[in-house]
């Protein structure tokens, strides 16, 4: 599914301004103890052009920039795969979710 208001808000904003060849919204909330459709904690797989020759901080900056207005209130944490066309295609794997470190499992 397309998910809840956020992820599809998210999965908008990037399409909107990377023009992603692929594109991935992992909702990872239920992970981290919030309440059922919190969505707070996201992953996202950006394989974009706009990438391309651009280190790797530079994408991150990016997918900042595409979500800043989310970042400032609902979204919580972010984590971010950014790969230019060429690298997918030579590695099409994203690294597992990083573990909760904290909220309410304390």
Do not use: M, N, Y
Not at 17 to 38: C, K
């Amino acid at each position: 599914g397309a998910g809840g208001p956020l992820a599809r808000t998210i999965r908008a904003k990037l399409t909107a301004a990377l023009q992603p060849t692929h594109l991935e919204v992992r909702d990872d909330s239920p992970r981290h103890g919030g309440p059922p459709g919190a969505e707070t904690h996201f992953g996202v797989l950006v394989v974009s052009e706009r990438f391309a020759g651009l280190p790797l901080l530079q994408r991150h900056r990016l997918v900042h920039e595409a979500l800043q207005e989310e970042l400032a209130g609902p979204l919580h944490a972010l984590q971010v795969i950014a790969r230019p066309p060429q690298q997918w295609q030579s590695d099409p794997q994203a690294p597992p979710a990083p573990p909760c470190l904290g909220g309410s499992k304390r």
